[in-house]
């Protein structure tokens, strides 16, 4: 049996951009990625999601909480579920915030620094490292909603457009496996961030075949 750690954002968490006037705007669970993930896989395989609306790589919200930043939590989350066999790292998206001023290299960094707990971990299977996938997010887009919404993410579509770039020679310097979320899914055109159940279907169906070669 192997265990499969899915650490990233409110796209792991399941936010439905078509329910967003509800209460609880998220996804049924079946139609969430980790779910369509975990279904591929089959029974010899337990996928954990790990997704938390606003998650960023390494950076503290000074206005939402330090929480949020995924390098101060993932060690302990990983030591949650431990013995863990691979860990799907799906993060950027959140870095793009106006307020982090951050470049498409400083968040596939900040991806990168995430790789390396995993790395030093010691919770894969006989106390070794966790095999680990760093997926990069699809470019975020233009929506037209205007203020506040765009401000928060101003100029986020042109730096998101670098993250394959970036992601993918991060992934190789530490030798990770690599899947370009762009190449299989969009954003939402309705707020340029999130992901249509479509797309979860189609984005859990990749990752699922880039972690059977991890995990067999």
Same mark, same amino acid.
């Given at each position: 049996?192997?265990?499969?750690?899915?650490?990233?954002?409110?796209?792991?968490?399941?936010?439905?951009?078509?329910?967003?006037?509800?209460?609880?705007?998220?996804?049924?669970?079946?139609?969430?990625?980790?779910?369509?993930?975990?279904?591929?896989?089959?029974?010899?395989?337990?996928?954990?999601?790990?997704?938390?609306?606003?998650?960023?790589?390494?950076?503290?919200?000074?206005?939402?909480?330090?929480?949020?930043?995924?390098?101060?939590?993932?060690? &302990?989350?990983?030591?949650?579920?431990?013995?863990?066999?691979?860990?799907?790292?799906?993060?950027?998206?959140?870095?793009?915030?106006?307020?982090?001023? &951050?470049?498409?290299?400083?968040?596939?960094?900040?991806?990168?620094?995430?790789?390396?707990?995993?790395?030093?971990?010691?919770?894969?299977?006989?106390?070794?490292?966790?095999?680990?996938?760093?997926?990069?997010?699809?470019?975020?887009?233009?929506?037209?909603?205007?203020?506040?919404?765009?401000?928060?993410?101003?100029?986020?579509?042109?730096?998101?457009?670098?993250?394959? &770039?970036?992601?993918?020679?991060?992934?190789?310097?530490?030798?990770?496996?690599?899947?370009?979320?762009?190449?299989?899914?969009?954003? #939402?055109?309705?707020?340029?961030?999130?992901?249509?159940?479509?797309?979860?279907?189609?984005?859990?169906?990749?990752?699922?075949? #880039?972690?059977?070669?991890?995990?067999?």
């Amino acid at each position: 049996m192997a265990t499969v750690v899915c650490f990233g954002d409110s796209n792991t968490w399941g936010y439905s951009v078509e329910r967003a006037a509800d209460p609880v705007p998220r996804l049924v669970t079946e139609d969430r990625w980790v779910s369509v993930t975990a279904r591929a896989l089959g029974p010899d395989h337990v996928v954990i999601a790990e997704g938390l609306p606003g998650r960023t790589t390494v950076f503290d919200d000074p206005i939402e909480g330090e929480h949020l930043n995924g390098h101060r939590l993932l060690r &302990a989350c990983l030591e949650t579920h431990k013995p863990v066999d691979c860990v799907v790292v799906v993060l950027g998206t959140n870095d793009l915030k106006s307020l982090y001023s &951050a470049s498409a290299w400083d968040i596939a960094q900040g991806a990168g620094r995430l790789l390396d707990v995993v790395a030093v971990s010691a919770c894969g299977p006989d106390g070794g490292a966790p095999q680990a996938l760093l997926v990069a997010p699809p470019p975020t887009r233009v929506t037209g909603l205007g203020a506040p919404f765009e401000d928060v993410l101003a100029g986020a579509d042109a730096r998101s457009r670098r993250f394959d &770039a970036e992601f993918s020679a991060v992934a190789a310097n530490r030798g990770v496996a690599y899947l370009n979320a762009g190449e299989v899914i969009e954003s #939402s055109p309705i707020d340029g961030v999130h992901w249509s159940p479509q797309a979860h279907r189609a984005i859990g169906q990749a990752i699922a075949a #880039s972690v059977k070669g991890l995990t067999k």
